[in-house]
């Protein structure tokens, strides 16, 4: 998929692009980890800025989700509806994020990331993040998260 037929977009504060955010939640993540509404309304309160959307013929397919803490930009959620991952999806949202961030004065994106989840560990580290800590038992299942950085 080239850039050409991806749209990168802010996400509707009206709440019309719920329901296919939800979507992409449900089919990315587990129970536990993936976005209620409320998650996704919070993040569009804080830094609208920051909240992005992927569309493809109309529809979205993907997002990412950020907010500034303390001088950096930290990536809350970023997920891709499985039929459209590995086309560049998650690349473009990135980078665009990037853009909006420099735009603020920000030169550091973080995030963080299950110890388990192997392959988004390994997009992240593709992308140039790297790992700088373990935050013990983050997740409410216990499970570590492995934080991660990258300088813009």
Partial sequence: MNADEITIRPISADGSDLAQL????????NQTDAWAPEDFNHWLSVNPDFCIAAEVDGRVVGSIFGRIQRYRLNIGSCAIHPDYRQRGIASALLQELGKRAKAFSIHQMDLEVRASNTGSQAFWQAMGFEQFKVSPAFYPDGEDALLMHIKI
Avoid at 22 to 29: G, M, R, T, V
């Fill in 22 to 29: 939800l979507e992409i939640e449900k089919l990315s993540f």
